[in-house]
């Protein structure tokens, strides 16, 4: 299951799966979709180890950016992801 996370102003939205189990690790898949013109750009990237994979479209700046911003917020989506989401977290 995803759960939303954050929609950015140009309408990127960014959500995040619910604690995964893979390889014996804690996981937390987070997921960056961004329309565009008859489409969308997108990435995913799997916390704590900021495994980035599957970009489609995104430049090296665009990535920049969003790594550094993933990495800011990350404690915050590995805590959301053990809730449930925003909509059952109990300490946001």
């Not at 954050?6 to 014996?24: F, K, Y």
């Not at 993933?70 to 449930?84: D, K, P, T």
Request: with cysteine.
């Amino acid at each position: 299951m995803m759960y939303p996370f954050m929609t950015l102003d140009d309408g990127t939205e960014i959500v995040h799966s619910e604690i995964l189990n893979i390889d014996g690790k804690e996981k937390v898949k987070v997921y960056i979709e961004k329309p565009i013109h008859l489409g969308f750009k997108s990435v995913q990237c799997y916390l704590p180890d900021y495994e980035w994979s599957n970009n489609d479209g995104f430049n090296e700046q665009e990535m920049d950016y969003y790594k550094e911003f993933i990495q800011s917020l990350a404690h915050i989506i590995i805590e959301l992801a053990r809730e449930g989401g925003f909509d059952n977290a109990s300490n946001f």
